[in-house]
């Protein structure tokens, strides 16, 4: 360690010649910015020297602490641990409680080697056999000497005739020694019973073994709730089969229908409650609604278009003008059909996913149309619905009456309550539209497919 003092001397030492040699007064303030840095300099080892005294002790404690603890749980451990004849003869002895016992020949067990670590150190104690009157045989039975004479012993101690009983020789049986009457080891509060509450049970370890992923459930519990309701709602596209017959007396007109009307685009749509009951069947109702759109187009290439003028007076017309050209027509038909299906079903289910069949009827309470249709009586195109009507006489029904129908669906829950669900439709109407005066039969076969939402209460 250097001295502040002798760097003093040295520094003064080298300023004075510096000064005798430059004639240049040194400024005030060196002197103490020297000191100031070497006490700094001087203050800095002994803090780095102590922490890193403190850090290795600390390590040192950590680790004989860490060793001692280790030592004394596995010394007592194995303190505790009863010899195998013991465990053997224990067991033979509450298997034969009124077998007598026999005088053992080895050499007594000493005490102290069930004494655990650490323990107050106690006498031996000395074990011995039972006496006569000890004996586990009956002692009711009359018939027993020993016991009649060991009861006339006890009863009458003064008898000097009586041979005094044979006093029991002090042994240690390891053969018949329970480690449980041991007084320091007996009882709720002694050591063994504190040692074996303190030792944490280990469950076996199957190598490979993996613990299986609790996943939530995602799906409605019908074994537990085998009633619920079920709102659904969908919609989907549909394709409306259209089959027209007639009379043979008819089949003109009827190629003119089919020569003007072809079939376009349709969907479906509704709203339907279903009652789930004994886990597995549907009974199902609500409002469903179907429209199917047709295109009418009619092309009359040697038309004629004749201008009339009515004057007052004079029943036939003036013939003002008279176009000849092509007669065009483009409209689209429309039908709406709004149902209330009755239908029953029985549900499959596999997981999260299943699926569901349904059978039914539906009763149509709404049918509307709109559109363009060749007039049976003048063959020309007229309207038919709506404000701007021309059509000579009536060609559709108001309702639709009776329809019959299934479906498929398969669902896939989302949540224990939601679902989506897929389901192809079918549906045939029993009646024609057409009203039986008509020359015409005009029947539907309807295909559809329903993409839905399901909500379970």
Same mark, same amino acid.
């Given at each position: +360690?250097?001295?502040?003092?002798?760097?003093?001397?040295?520094?003064?030492?080298?300023?004075?010649?510096?000064?005798?040699?430059?004639?240049?007064?040194?400024?005030?303030?060196?002197?103490?910015?020297?000191?100031?840095?070497?006490?700094?300099?001087?203050?800095?080892?002994? +803090?780095?020297?102590?922490?890193?005294?403190?850090?290795?002790?600390?390590?040192?404690? %950590?680790?004989?602490?860490?060793?001692?603890?280790?030592?004394?749980?596995?010394?007592?451990?194995?303190?505790?641990?009863?010899?195998?004849?013991?465990?053997?003869?224990?067991?033979?002895?509450?298997?034969?409680?009124?077998?007598?016992?026999?005088?053992?020949?080895?050499?007594?067990?000493?005490?102290?080697? $069930?004494?655990?670590?650490?323990?107050?150190?106690?006498?031996?104690?000395?074990?011995?056999?039972?006496?006569?009157?000890?004996?586990?045989?009956?002692?009711?039975?009359?018939?027993?000497?020993?016991?009649?004479?060991?009861?006339?012993?006890?009863?009458?101690?003064?008898?000097?005739?009586?041979?005094?009983?044979?006093?029991?020789?002090?042994?240690?049986?390891?053969?018949?020694?329970?480690?449980?009457?041991?007084?320091?080891?007996?009882?709720?509060?002694?050591?063994?019973?504190?040692?074996?509450?303190?030792?944490?049970?280990?469950?076996?370890?199957?190598?490979?073994?993996?613990?299986?992923?609790?996943?939530?459930?995602?799906?409605?519990? $019908?074994?537990?709730?085998?009633?619920?309701?079920?709102?659904?709602?969908?919609?989907?596209?549909?394709?409306?089969?259209?089959?027209?017959?007639?009379?043979?007396?008819?089949?003109?007109?009827?190629?003119?229908?089919?020569?003007?009307?072809?079939?376009?685009?349709?969907?479906?749509?509704?709203?339907?409650?279903?009652?789930?009951?004994?886990?597995?069947?549907?009974?199902?109702?609500?409002?469903?609604?179907?429209?199917?759109?047709?295109?009418?187009?009619?092309?009359?290439?040697?038309?004629?278009?004749?201008?009339?003028?009515?004057?007052?007076?004079?029943?036939?017309?003036?013939?003002? %003008?008279?176009?000849?050209?092509?007669?065009?027509?483009?409209?689209?038909?429309?039908?709406?059909?709004?149902?209330?299906?009755? +239908?029953?079903?029985?549900?499959?289910?596999?997981?999260?996913?299943?699926?569901?069949?349904?059978?039914?009827?539906?009763?149509?309470?709404?049918?509307?149309?709109?559109?363009?249709?060749?007039?049976?009586?003048?063959?020309?195109?007229?309207?038919?619905?709506?404000?701007?009507?021309?059509?000579?006489?009536?060609?559709?029904?108001?309702?639709?009456?009776?329809?019959? %129908?299934?479906?498929?669906?398969?669902?896939?829950?989302?949540?224990?309550?939601?679902? !989506?669900?897929?389901?192809?439709?079918?549906?045939?109407? !029993?009646?024609?539209?057409? !009203?039986?005066?008509?020359?015409?039969?005009?029947?539907?076969?309807?295909?559809?497919?329903? !993409?839905?939402?399901?909500?379970?209460?």
């Amino acid at each position: +360690m250097i001295n502040m003092e002798d760097q003093k001397k040295h520094l003064d030492e080298i300023f004075r010649q510096r000064l005798h040699n430059a004639e240049v007064p040194p400024p005030p303030f060196v002197w103490p910015a020297v000191e100031q840095a070497l006490q700094q300099k001087r203050r800095r080892r002994p +803090m780095a020297f102590w922490w890193l005294t403190a850090a290795a002790g600390t390590v040192l404690l %950590g680790a004989v602490a860490l060793w001692a603890l280790n030592h004394q749980d596995a010394a007592q451990f194995s303190a505790f641990t009863p010899p195998a004849s013991t465990a053997r003869t224990t067991e033979h002895t509450l298997e034969n409680p009124a077998a007598p016992l026999e005088q053992p020949t080895a050499a007594p067990v000493q005490s102290e080697s $069930f004494q655990p670590k650490g323990a107050i150190p106690t006498t031996p104690r000395q074990y011995s056999s039972p006496k006569a009157s000890e004996s586990p045989s009956n002692p009711s039975n009359p018939s027993n000497p020993s016991n009649s004479s060991n009861s006339s012993n006890l009863s009458n101690p003064s008898n000097p005739s009586a041979e005094p009983a044979a006093e029991a020789t002090p042994v240690s049986t390891p053969a018949t020694l329970n480690i449980a009457n041991l007084p320091i080891l007996a009882g709720e509060n002694s050591l063994l019973a504190a040692q074996e509450a303190d030792m944490p049970t280990l469950k076996p370890f199957k190598a490979g073994a993996r613990r299986k992923k609790v996943q939530p459930r995602v799906c409605y519990d $019908f074994n537990r709730h085998p009633s619920a309701l079920l709102i659904d709602v969908y919609a989907g596209p549909s394709i409306a089969q259209r089959s027209l017959t007639s009379r043979q007396d008819d089949e003109p007109y009827l190629k003119q229908r089919l020569a003007t009307e072809h079939r376009d685009l349709a969907f479906n749509a509704g709203l339907r409650a279903s009652l789930m009951f004994n886990r597995n069947f549907l009974l199902r109702t609500g409002l469903h609604y179907d429209q199917f759109t047709e295109v009418f187009e009619y092309i009359d290439p040697t038309s004629v278009t004749y201008t009339l003028k009515f004057t007052p007076g004079n029943p036939i017309p003036d013939t003002i %003008g008279v176009q000849y050209g092509e007669n065009y027509l483009k409209t689209y038909n429309r039908y709406g059909a709004l149902d209330i299906p009755l +239908m029953v079903g029985v549900e499959m289910r596999s997981g999260r996913s299943g699926f569901n069949i349904n059978a039914g009827i539906s009763a149509n309470v709404l049918f509307w149309k709109r559109g363009a249709i060749i007039d049976p009586q003048t063959h020309e195109p007229v309207r038919f619905g709506g404000k701007k009507e021309t059509i000579s006489e009536e060609v559709f029904r108001t309702h639709l009456s009776l329809s019959a %129908g299934a479906t498929v669906q398969w669902y896939w829950h989302v949540t224990p309550r939601t679902r !989506l669900f897929v389901e192809p439709s079918f549906r045939q109407v !029993l009646r024609p539209v057409t !009203l039986q005066s008509h020359s015409v039969d005009q029947r539907y076969s309807i295909l559809g497919l329903r !993409l839905g939402y399901t909500m379970i209460f």
